[in-house]
């Protein structure tokens, strides 16, 4: 079993991934993975979620091992990423967490090996674990996701993050809209797509925002104006006194957002970090018992 895409659950499964990340997060584990190994390979430049795997694989008990990005590998040598991934699964980890780009293809990669997948973030594709750690989050404050309108702003485009959480929200039945530059709108969006930073605030129940990526836009493009999508002390007073913001990080400050907002009560950034260790849990020890 691996966990590629959230499309391929059902709505059983993701609740008992939030059931054993409540349970992880509230109890004293004792290490339930001794004899596993985790090989966590990230191509890509990861804080958060490479730090959350490690931790999750260790408090879990079981042994990580990290390949993260070209230098010292044999990628300097112009191997192909499926050539790196097919010889690490041949030294047989009992799982592999894979942060790539779209040059990788996980889902053929998955039918090409016998070792389960985790997706810790693939190109555009998607980000199960940070779609689920961000509905923890907001369960964690009492939120019921059948009643939620959740607005994402920013660079919608490149967003893997958007990518999984429409899957997410066909399953758990909230709604999703769009906010931001029009350049970086999808084309032919199946959501509500908002104009203005306080026409979507006034919508929504949950705020994302989403890093706007400049390594994924065009080279010599045309400059996209943003000052109007950031969250600041002023654009703030949009936000319903009910409302949650979030930000799957890193943040550009002083473009989503200004620093100031951070001393909001209804910011959940850093809660979003502290779930995504519990949520990283779940998922490994799910998917090593063959439940996901």
């Known amino acids: 079993m691996s966990v590629v895409s959230l499309s391929e659950l059902t709505l059983q499964q993701v609740e008992s991934v939030f059931i054993n990340s409540d349970f992880f997060k ?4 004792n290490p339930l993975l001794s004899e596993t190994i985790v090989a966590n390979i990230f191509f890509e430049a990861s804080t958060r979620t490479r730090m959350s795997f490690e931790m999750a694989t260790m408090r879990l008990g079981a042994k990580s091992i990290l390949f993260s990005g070209k230098m010292g590998t044999s990628l300097e040598k112009d191997e192909s990423y499926l050539d790196t991934l097919l010889n690490i699964a041949a030294m ?3 799982m592999m967490v894979i942060r790539c780009g779209d040059e990788v293809d996980l889902r053929a990669l998955r039918k090409q090996i016998d070792v389960p997948i985790i997706n810790a973030g693939w190109g555009a594709q998607g980000h199960p674990s940070q779609a689920l750690l961000d509905i923890a989050t907001l369960r964690s404050k009492g939120k019921h996701m059948e009643k939620e309108r959740v607005l994402f702003v920013g660079d919608i485009k490149h967003s893997r993050v958007v990518s999984s959480h429409l899957e997410l ?3 758990m039945k909230y709604e999703v809209a769009f906010c931001g530059p029009a350049a970086y709108m999808p084309a032919n969006a199946k959501v509500p797509v908002f104009s203005t930073l306080k026409e979507g605030m006034a919508w929504a129940t949950t705020v994302i925002f989403l890093r706007f990526q400049k390594e994924r836009h065009q080279a010599g493009g045309e400059s996209v104006k943003t000052e109007s999508f950031q969250l600041n002390t002023e654009t703030l007073k949009y936000l319903k006194s009910d409302s949650l913001f979030l930000h799957p990080g890193p943040v550009n400050w002083g473009v989503e957002m200004t620093e100031g907002v951070l001393k909001d009560p209804r910011c959940m950034i ?4 502290n779930h ?3 949520i990283r849990m779940a998922l490994i020890y799910m998917v090593s018992k063959g439940e996901l």
């Open 270 to 273: 850093l809660d979003q970090v």
């Open 169 to 171: 929200a066909s399953i």
């Open 276 to 278: 995504g260790v519990y």
């Open 26 to 29: 509230t109890k004293n584990v």
């Open 92 to 94: 047989k980890p009992n």
